[in-house]
């Protein structure tokens, strides 16, 4: 069966194939390259993904589910998630693990099974148009995941009937679609601006092709969605100024305003001025029910104002990167510009000018991550030779007994990786002890994302009364990580169980069946002729 690569995004997604010796990029049922990573659940049960869904945001708000991707692998206490909340339609609950859920018609949807329905579509179009079934893939994620995330995208996979070969860093994936049109041994900087998130890596590609990131680094809540809102909120602004209403309190007046605030957004890149135009009845206002209209002109210099923090944060990113690949801005030879909020001209101005001299490349910023992910799947299944060695933009440590963070990889470090560091028990006597893994780079482990912990109990004292206890820690080649423990004294190991995140694999499993059932009913509904 066929492998192909998919770039799960936070507002499309898009799949593609080796074939013949090249990448073809997919086009979904509707015959698009790129199919919206919208769901929607209507009244009677129905669900819809796909450029449908996507029609369905301003009808069926509260169960039209999008960006997502924003929300997969977080916890509900993250402040992240009341942002999302804040510009969502849909109602986002705690689920009883600490995650931040989806309120469905009749149940919590987790942001993986929801991700794991758009996936389910991209693979039946797939599917449609290389006329075969397609059990394998490499799924795309920004750089910045963190283990958490890796691991819901996973999941995400799994629960769609796919054998995820790979997960693999979307700008290193765009640097491998480039790859194939290399000419000489090269520094890259792929500076990849999506709906949702911000990645920056700096790439060594050489001449056989090798490709060799030096290091990533972003902020997984900085996207397009955050130029929308901060264009949602100026609107807002001068509505309440003349209506003494705020759009944003209505849950239709919000969605639709949205996606008004999007399209003008995207029309600034090519037009000098726009307005934003929601004809009567946008809102029914004051005890005399008043239907008005919203109508707000809009100039590019009023957008480039309103989001240039936005864009100074990501040339902060970049500047952060050089420094921990140990470059100058000289010493970049390209810079690629991925995902599709780099079409703001304010944002290409501002990388030509933070990188100098550096040419820019600016491929089909929608479908190139899709075209790496097929390459390295041809990778993955022996169509291709590709040498790929990434990087970790984490640290992966133990909070020790003092509450310090003790790093045993750090940030940057090449992956796969594994490290074995021995501690020592604090107390006499002591029988027991506790490791708690965390990912990140902070000093203060409560800063760190907690990826679990393990109880080692029954542990002997060496010679000298001292318990060593070999803790090694492992980053897989998806950037997911686990971790052991021995204890020398005795010779037990204990594997870390992660504690409350993520979905079991009996919840896995369950949702997939669902999914696959779902699948067949809609298919045997399907009138054939
Ligand atoms: P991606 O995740 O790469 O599909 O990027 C999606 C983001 O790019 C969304 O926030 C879009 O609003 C934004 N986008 C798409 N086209 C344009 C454009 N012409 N100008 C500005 N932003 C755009």
Same mark, same amino acid.
């Not at 698009?32 to 659940?41: D, E, I, L, M, R």
């Not at 018609?105 to 006329?131: N, Y």
């Not at 640097?175 to 949702?196: C, F, H, K, N, T």
């Given at each position: 069966?066929?492998?192909? +690569?998919?770039?799960?995004?936070?507002?499309?997604?898009?799949?593609?194939?080796?074939?013949?010796?090249?990448?073809?990029?997919?086009?979904?049922?509707?015959?698009?390259?790129?199919?919206?990573?919208?769901?929607?659940?209507?009244?009677?049960?129905?669900?819809?993904?796909?450029?449908?869904?996507?029609?369905?945001?301003?009808?069926?708000?509260?169960?039209?589910?999008?960006?997502?991707?924003?929300?997969?692998?977080? $916890?509900?206490?993250?402040?992240?998630?009341?942002?999302?909340?804040?510009?969502?339609?849909?109602?986002?609950?705690?689920?009883?693990?600490?995650?931040?859920?989806?309120?469905? $018609?009749?149940?919590?949807?987790?942001?993986?099974?929801?991700?794991?329905?758009?996936?389910?579509?991209?693979?039946?179009?797939?599917?449609?148009?290389?006329?075969?079934?397609?059990?394998?893939?490499?799924?795309?994620?920004?750089?910045?995941?963190?283990?958490?995330?890796?691991?819901?995208?996973?999941?995400?996979?799994?629960?769609?009937?796919?054998?995820?070969?790979?997960?693999?860093?979307?700008?290193?994936?765009?640097?491998?679609?480039?790859?194939?049109?290399?000419?000489?041994?090269?520094?890259?900087?792929?500076?990849?601006?999506?709906?949702?998130?911000?990645?920056?890596?700096?790439?060594?590609?050489?001449?056989?092709?090798?490709?060799?990131?030096?290091?990533?680094? +972003?902020?997984?809540?900085?996207?397009?969605?955050?130029?929308?809102?901060?264009?949602?909120?100026?609107?807002?602004?001068?509505?309440?100024?003349?209506?003494?209403?705020?759009?944003?309190?209505?849950?239709?007046?919000?969605?639709?305003?949205?996606?008004?605030?999007?399209?003008?957004?995207?029309?600034?890149?090519?037009?000098?001025?726009?307005?934003?135009?929601?004809?009567?009845?946008?809102?029914?206002?004051?005890?005399?029910?008043?239907?008005?209209?919203?109508?707000?002109?809009?100039?590019?210099? /009023?957008?480039?104002?309103?989001?240039?923090?936005?864009?100074?944060?990501?040339?902060?990113?970049?500047?952060?990167?050089?420094?921990?690949?140990?470059?100058?801005?000289?010493?970049?030879?390209?810079?690629?510009?991925?995902?599709?909020?780099?079409?703001?001209?304010?944002?290409?101005?501002?990388?030509?000018?933070?990188?100098?001299?550096?040419?820019?490349?600016?491929?089909?910023?929608?479908?190139?991550?899709?075209?790496?992910?097929?390459?390295?799947?041809?990778?993955?299944?022996?169509?291709?030779?590709?040498?790929?060695?990434?990087? /970790?933009?984490?640290?992966?440590?133990?909070?020790?007994?003092?509450?310090?963070?003790?790093?045993?990889?750090?940030?940057?470090?090449?992956?796969?990786?594994?490290? /074995?560091?021995?501690?020592?028990?604090?107390?006499?006597?002591?029988?027991?002890?506790?490791?708690?893994?965390?990912?990140?780079?902070?000093?203060?482990?409560?800063?760190?994302?907690?990826?679990?912990?393990?109880?080692?109990?029954?542990? $002997?004292?060496?010679?000298? +009364?001292?318990?060593?206890?070999?803790?090694?820690?492992?980053?897989?080649?998806?950037?997911?990580? /686990?971790?052991?423990?021995?204890?020398?004294?005795?010779?037990?190991?204990?594997?870390?169980?992660?504690?409350?995140?993520?979905?079991?694999?009996?919840?896995?499993?369950?949702?997939?069946?669902?999914?696959?059932?779902?699948?067949?009913?809609?298919?045997?509904?399907?009138?054939?002729?």
């Amino acid at each position: 069966m066929t492998a192909i +690569g998919i770039d799960l995004g936070t507002t499309n997604s898009c799949a593609a194939v080796w074939r013949g010796g090249r990448v073809d990029v997919l086009k979904d049922a509707e015959g698009y390259p790129v199919t919206p990573s919208v769901v929607s659940v209507r009244e009677n049960g129905e669900t819809i993904v796909g450029r449908r869904a996507a029609r369905e945001l301003e009808i069926n708000p509260l169960h039209c589910y999008r960006a997502v991707k924003r929300l997969i692998g977080r $916890r509900f206490t993250d402040p992240q998630v009341k942002l999302t909340q804040e510009t969502s339609a849909f109602e986002i609950q705690p689920a009883e693990n600490g995650e931040a859920w989806i309120q469905g $018609r009749d149940q919590l949807l987790s942001p993986s099974h929801i991700s794991a329905m758009v996936l389910a579509r991209v693979k039946a179009s797939a599917e449609l148009a290389l006329g075969k079934k397609i059990d394998k893939a490499v799924i795309t994620v920004p750089a910045f995941f963190n283990d958490a995330q890796r691991k819901a995208t996973l999941a995400a996979g799994e629960i769609a009937g796919l054998r995820v070969l790979r997960i693999i860093n979307e700008p290193t994936a765009a640097a491998m679609a480039l790859e194939l049109d290399r000419e000489s041994p090269q520094i890259v900087a792929v500076y990849d601006l999506g709906g949702g998130t911000f990645d920056l890596s700096i790439l060594r590609v050489d001449a056989e092709g090798e490709i060799d990131v030096l290091c990533s680094n +972003g902020d997984t809540f900085l996207g397009g969605e955050d130029f929308d809102r901060a264009l949602v909120d100026h609107v807002a602004e001068a509505f309440i100024a003349e209506h003494g209403v705020d759009p944003r309190g209505d849950v239709l007046a919000r969605a639709r305003l949205k996606l008004a605030a999007e399209e003008a957004k995207c029309e600034l890149s090519e037009a000098e001025q726009t307005r934003i135009l929601l004809p009567k009845p946008f809102m029914v206002i004051g005890v005399e029910r008043e239907p008005v209209a919203l109508d707000a002109p809009l100039t590019r210099a /009023t957008l480039e104002q309103l989001t240039a923090p936005l864009i100074a944060r990501t040339i902060e990113i970049c500047a952060l990167a050089l420094e921990d690949a140990g470059l100058s801005v000289g010493e970049i030879d390209r810079v690629v510009l991925v995902g599709g909020q780099t079409r703001m001209p304010a944002v290409q101005a501002a990388v030509k000018s933070f990188f100098g001299r550096a040419t820019m490349l600016a491929p089909d910023p929608d479908q190139i991550v899709a075209r790496g992910a097929a390459v390295m799947a041809a990778a993955l299944t022996g169509q291709l030779a590709v040498e790929l060695s990434d990087v /970790t933009p984490f640290a992966l440590g133990v909070q020790s007994a003092r509450d310090e963070m003790i790093n045993l990889i750090p940030a940057q470090h090449k992956i796969p990786a594994r490290k /074995t560091v021995a501690f020592t028990t604090v107390v006499p006597d002591q029988d027991a002890v506790t490791v708690r893994l965390r990912q990140g780079g902070s000093e203060d482990p409560r800063d760190n994302l907690a990826l679990g912990r393990f109880d080692l109990d029954g542990v $002997r004292p060496g010679r000298d +009364g001292r318990v060593i206890i070999d803790v090694t820690a492992d980053i897989d080649a998806d950037g997911v990580m /686990t971790a052991s423990a021995r204890d020398r004294g005795s010779g037990r190991v204990q594997n870390l169980t992660v504690e409350t995140m993520g979905l079991s694999p009996r919840a896995i499993e369950r949702l997939a069946k669902q999914l696959r059932t779902r699948a067949r009913e809609a298919a045997e509904e399907t009138p054939r002729l």
